[in-house]
C-alpha cells in the first residue's frame, strides 16, 4: 500500500503586517507533524501568495493577519485561487480577528480561522481532516 504524499501548507503573511511569530510558531508545528511547509517570509501581495501555492502544488494556505486588513487581504487570496481555478487549494487563516469576522470570512471561502490561544495540535488536526477531505472529494 502506496503511502499518501505529505500535506504541502504554504504559509503567509500577507499585507504590511511584520510580525510572524505566531505564524512560525504554526508552520513549525506543521512541520514537526510530517507536513510539508514553504514560508513566505513577510509582507507578501495576496497574488504573490497565490503563485507560491500553484508553483508548489499546495493543499493548503494558512495566513496569518494582525494588522486588522484580514477581510480585504484573506479575500483577494481567495479571490486570487478563484481566477487560477485553484479552488481545491484549502484557504485557512489566523491571527487578531474579531469574533464578528469569523462568519464573514468564512462566507467568503476561508475555511477556517484560528485565534490567538489555539493549540497547534487543534490546527494540525483540522489541516489533517481539511486536507484528507479534497482529496476525497478531487
Known sequence: MRASPAIRVVVAKPGLDGHDR???VVA???RDAGMEVIYTGLRQTPAQIVETALQEDADAIGLSVLSGAHMTLFARVVEGLRAQDAQDITVFG???IP???IPRLKE???A???TPGTD???IVAWVRRAVRSGRATA
Open 22 to 24: 505566531g505564524a512560525k
Open 28 to 30: 513549525r508545528a506543521l
Open 120 to 122: 497547534t495540535r487543534d
Open 112 to 114: 477556517e480561522v484560528f
Open 99 to 101: 469574533d464578528a469576522d
Open 94 to 96: 489566523g491571527g487578531i
Open 108 to 110: 467568503l471561502g476561508v
